[in-house]
């Protein structure tokens, strides 16, 4: 996933395919940093750079609104949003950890579509080789939490999911130094309860993943301006007063 196009080569006539590639293209510069967080973006500049009318750039930066990459500024400009700060992290690691040991439990409880093998091959697909770990993690990360939300069949948490962009704003935050061996281990003991129908365990593994992936995003974090800590969410018996 590491290709990177600097100009926009295909256009028709109307102008709409170019607009999915203007998205692609701009999403990968906002997230990769080459335009950077809480910064304008000047369509008549772009329009320049990619060789394509305002019309498709106008359409893709609408699309990139929708992904809380960018917010509407006065003049009808768009600016890019602003990375996370430990709060933004704490709220999407609080919601994740709400619906994704749930999502692991039902994933290893469905006897007849259960995605385990599914979620195997897709660890095994992950290339610890490739030229861009941070994208490789990506889009790794992305399709095996993706798959195991999917097979629970409840389209209100799905959407729910989507509609906070997790992956996305997370994926800004990656650095190269990513820890990827402790996420790809945790990945195959939630796979591996997954397959072998053990919701218990598969509930658990995931919270452990959540957990220690909130644990390493927020310690790479400025510790200036530090809200309330993450709830502990848990199985009832494990919780503590
Ligand atoms: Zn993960």
Same mark, same amino acid.
């Given at each position: 996933?590491?290709?990177?196009?600097?100009?926009?080569?295909?256009?028709?006539?109307?102008?709409?395919?170019?607009?999915?590639?203007?998205?692609?293209?701009?999403?990968?510069?906002?997230?990769?940093?080459?335009?950077?967080?809480?910064?304008?973006?000047?369509?008549?500049?772009?329009? *320049?750079?990619?060789?394509?009318?305002? +019309?498709?750039? !106008?359409?893709?930066? $609408?699309? %990139?609104?929708?992904?809380? @990459? /960018?917010?509407?500024?006065?003049? *009808?400009?768009?600016?890019?949003?602003? +990375?996370?700060? !430990?709060?933004?992290? $704490?709220? %999407?690691?609080?919601?994740? @950890? /709400?619906?994704?040991?749930?999502?692991?439990?039902?994933?290893?409880?469905?006897?007849?579509?259960?995605?385990?093998?599914?979620?195997?091959?897709?660890?095994?697909?992950?290339?610890?080789?490739?030229?861009?770990?941070?994208?490789?993690?990506?889009?790794?990360?992305?399709?095996?939490?993706?798959?195991?939300?999917?097979?629970?069949?409840?389209?209100?948490?799905?959407?729910?999911?989507?509609?906070?962009?997790?992956?996305?704003?997370?994926?800004?935050?990656?650095?190269?130094?990513?820890?990827?061996?402790?996420?790809?281990?945790?990945?195959?003991?939630?796979?591996?309860?997954?397959?072998?129908?053990?919701?218990?365990?598969?509930?658990?593994?995931?919270?452990?993943?959540?957990?220690?992936?909130?644990?390493?995003?927020?310690?790479?974090?400025?510790?200036?301006?530090?809200?309330?800590?993450?709830?502990?969410?848990?199985?009832?018996?494990?919780?503590?007063?």
């Amino acid at each position: 996933m590491a290709k990177k196009v600097e100009k926009i080569n295909s256009q028709n006539s109307n102008g709409r395919s170019s607009t999915s590639e203007v998205y692609e293209l701009l999403r990968q510069k906002i997230l990769e940093h080459s335009i950077a967080p809480a910064t304008k973006v000047n369509i008549l500049q772009l329009s *320049k750079e990619l060789g394509v009318s305002s +019309t498709p750039i !106008r359409e893709a930066l $609408r699309l %990139l609104q929708g992904d809380n @990459l /960018l917010v509407a500024t006065s003049n *009808k400009g768009y600016a890019t949003t602003e +990375t996370l700060d !430990r709060n933004g992290v $704490r709220d %999407l690691f609080e919601l994740r @950890l /709400l619906i994704e040991p749930w999502a692991a439990r039902v994933a290893a409880s469905n006897r007849l579509q259960n995605p385990g093998l599914d979620l195997q091959e897709e660890i095994k697909s992950f290339n610890p080789k490739s030229s861009s770990i941070q994208h490789e993690m990506f889009g790794h990360d992305t399709r095996f939490h993706t798959a195991i939300l999917a097979s629970t069949e409840n389209e209100t948490v799905i959407q729910a999911f989507e509609q906070a962009h997790c992956h996305l704003h997370l994926f800004r935050m990656f650095r190269d130094d990513w820890d990827w061996k402790t996420s790809i281990a945790q990945h195959k003991a939630i796979a591996r309860a997954i397959a072998n129908g053990e919701p218990a365990a598969a509930e658990e593994a995931m919270r452990e993943h959540l957990n220690s992936a909130y644990s390493r995003f927020i310690s790479v974090m400025p510790k200036s301006a530090q809200g309330r800590p993450l709830t502990k969410v848990g199985p009832s018996k494990l919780i503590r007063n």
